[in-house]
């Protein structure tokens, strides 16, 4: 079983910044894609962020500029850095991993719980 793990939501001001943090733990052999995805009230979840294992990155056009993802592969980590948040910001991030669990075996898909990001003076 693998687990995922966020942290470090939270209620900040518009122009604010925010560090996000998601944790793997478990039966993992190898981690490929980590991703930051986000979810607002009435919408339908949309990707933010992406990051392979070696380092490539993709971000949506709305956090271009404002959003860095990085990662700890030695950790199984990965962050999310959202600076100049704006109100429109504000949804319940989700991590996901794409993680294989034997040498060979397929990938999985797993999610971490969510942790609420709001952005409001």
């Known amino acids: 079983q693998v687990h995922l793990v966020e942290s470090g939501g939270g209620l900040v001001q518009p122009g604010g910044s925010l560090r996000l943090s998601c944790a793997a733990s478990?039966?993992?052999?190898?981690?490929?894609?980590m991703d930051w995805y986000r979810q607002a009230p009435g919408k339908q979840r949309e990707l933010v962020a992406t990051m392979t294992s070696g380092g490539r990155t993709n971000y949506a056009d709305s956090v271009k500029g404002r959003f860095t993802i990085s990662r700890d592969n030695a950790k199984n980590t990965v962050y999310l850095q959202m600076n100049s948040l704006k109100s429109e910001d504000t949804a319940v991030y989700y991590c996901n991993a794409g993680v294989t669990v034997v040498a060979g075996g397929p990938l999985y898909s797993y999610w971490g719980q969510g942790t609420q990001v709001t952005v409001s003076s």
């Open positions: 478990g039966s993992i052999f190898s981690i490929n894609t």
